[in-house]
């Protein structure tokens, strides 16, 4: 069976500080693509990456990095000189081929991330 | 590109009506739109998934005569929450995938509907 999971479900930091969001998923599938995505108050879920599994480069964009390590089945999110902006919350996703041959995602449960200033 | 809308953004009505939802992709076509559910705290649950011209894919323990799909063309599918309860208020979420993005997966998410049953 396919599983995400986010053991975190609440952080609060500080502003500035460096925050790193976990992500632990499970899956058979060889082929497979994982994401993030961050959820504002208001809901709309904001597209911040997405990895297949093949590609186990790391990446950074701007404060926003991702260290994705098949070995250990995780893809986790690392936010460096957190701002108040930041505060979210964030899902880890994993998309995985049902048996009906269509693919879907799986979401973890979330992290809230609160940014204090 | 890649926009979603949906509308409304929220509603509330009252016990025993049907409400709409739509959700459009704005600037590109979706082969596959998505339905999703969000209690307050919780994470996204996959309701349906839609292909345009065909039957909705439900989820296991989705009520298909209760949540109705319709995705009559590539960039509209609507979602009828049918003689809504109470227990039907929620956070219903769409995302659709784009046309040409077959192997990337992925989903392109609308700014959701709260709905709220009295």
């Known amino acids: 069976a396919q599983k995400v999971t986010q053991a975190q479900t609440e952080i609060s930091v500080v502003e500035k500080e460096d925050v790193t969001l976990d992500c632990v998923y499970e899956?058979?599938?060889?082929?497979?693509?994982l994401f993030w995505y961050k959820q504002p108050p208001s809901g709309e879920l904001v597209f911040l990456i997405r990895r297949n599994s093949f590609d186990e480069q790391n990446e950074i964009s701007g404060r926003y990095s991702w260290n994705f390590q098949k070995s250990t089945s995780s893809f986790n999110f690392t936010i460096t000189a957190s701002q108040v902006v930041d505060s979210a919350v964030y899902f880890c996703a994993l998309s995985g081929i049902t048996t009906s041959g269509t693919y879907k995602y799986i979401f973890g449960t979330g992290t809230r991330l609160k940014v204090l200033a | 590109g890649a926009v979603v809308s949906q509308h409304p953004s929220w509603v509330i009505c009252k016990s025993g009506t049907s409400v709409k939802i739509e959700c459009r992709s704005l600037d590109f076509q979706a082969t596959t739109m998505f339905w999703y559910r969000q209690f307050p705290k919780q994470s996204l649950m996959l309701m349906a998934t839609s292909n345009e011209g065909s039957k909705a894919t439900y989820e296991q323990g989705v009520e298909k005569d209760k949540f109705l799909i319709n995705h009559a063309s590539l960039t509209l599918s609507t979602l009828t929450v049918t003689s809504a309860h109470p227990e039907d208020s929620s956070f219903y979420i769409c995302s659709a995938e784009r046309q040409g993005d077959l192997y990337t997966d992925t989903q392109y998410f609308g700014p959701g509907t709260r709905l709220t049953v009295l």
């Open positions: 899956t058979r599938d060889t082929t497979y693509y």
